[in-house]
């Protein structure tokens, strides 16, 4: 079945640690996002790539970092950096649409939850 | 102010009724409208979403827009227990390919 692969579901963090969330998946899609969840919050975006070898800064980029080397695959690191990590994290992929314009709906993976131990 | 804002709920309805959500946003540039359905601990799934003013019906499902008001509106009849969730509105414009979520309504079915 196509569909995206978030790992861990659950994962501890250390202070001063930097951990890794990872993201893969096999819809063929151009377009990878991450999003950070907080309680009572709507969504609010990382970072996204529109392709391999490159991508941007969302809403809430402090403190984290990602990659992008294969189409499927967009893991996002935490960094030490970022002094609140506590949350939900989720990761979504989607389709260009060919000329740029029109939307392209977003699929969700089932989401990580870090916690600081 | 966001640009996106849902009433947080709970929202609690005994089954069968009718289920309405609603969203208001601040941004004229948002083109497109969508609803998520996201169940506890899981990823947030696709329902419908819409381009122009006026209805999309799908199923149990109606999703209506309000451009002039900037209203966003979901509909669910004949409620069930299952569609116990919370529910994202979310919108989205061309500059930036980004969508703009609301903080979600929960929802709860009672049998």
């Known amino acids: 079945d196509g569909g995206i692969t978030q790992s861990p579901k659950y994962l501890f963090r250390k202070e001063g640690q930097n951990v890794t969330l990872s993201c893969e998946q096999n819809?063929?899609?151009?377009?990878m996002y991450w999003y950070r969840q907080d309680p009572g919050q709507g969504l609010r975006l990382i970072y996204y790539?529109?392709?391999?070898?490159?991508?941007q800064k969302g809403d809430i980029a402090e403190g984290y970092s990602v990659s992008r080397e294969k189409k499927e695959s967009f893991p996002l690191t935490v960094t030490s950096a970022q002094k609140n990590p506590t949350a939900f994290y989720l990761c979504a992929s989607s389709k260009i649409k060919l000329g740029g314009t029109g939307v392209q709906p977003q699929h969700f993976g089932d989401g990580t939850r870090l916690s600081i131990l | 102010q966001k640009e996106v804002e849902q009433d947080p709920g709970p929202l609690s309805v005994p089954e069968g009724a009718i289920v309405s959500l609603n969203c208001t946003y601040s941004?004229?540039?948002?083109?497109?409208f969508m609803w998520y359905r996201q169940y506890s601990r899981k990823g947030p799934e696709l329902l419908m979403y819409t381009y122009s003013s006026g209805n999309k019906e799908d199923g149990r499902f109606t999703a209506q827009v309000d451009k002039s008001s900037k209203y966003i509106s979901l509909f669910i009849r004949d409620s069930q227990p299952s569609d116990s969730a919370t529910y994202l509105c979310a919108s989205w414009k061309a500059a930036g390919n980004k969508l703009t979520f609301g903080g979600g309504t929960r929802v709860l079915v009672k049998p």
């Open positions: 941004n004229s540039a948002f083109q497109y």
């Open positions: 819809l063929n899609h151009d377009a």
């Open positions: 790539s529109q392709i391999v070898n490159d991508f």
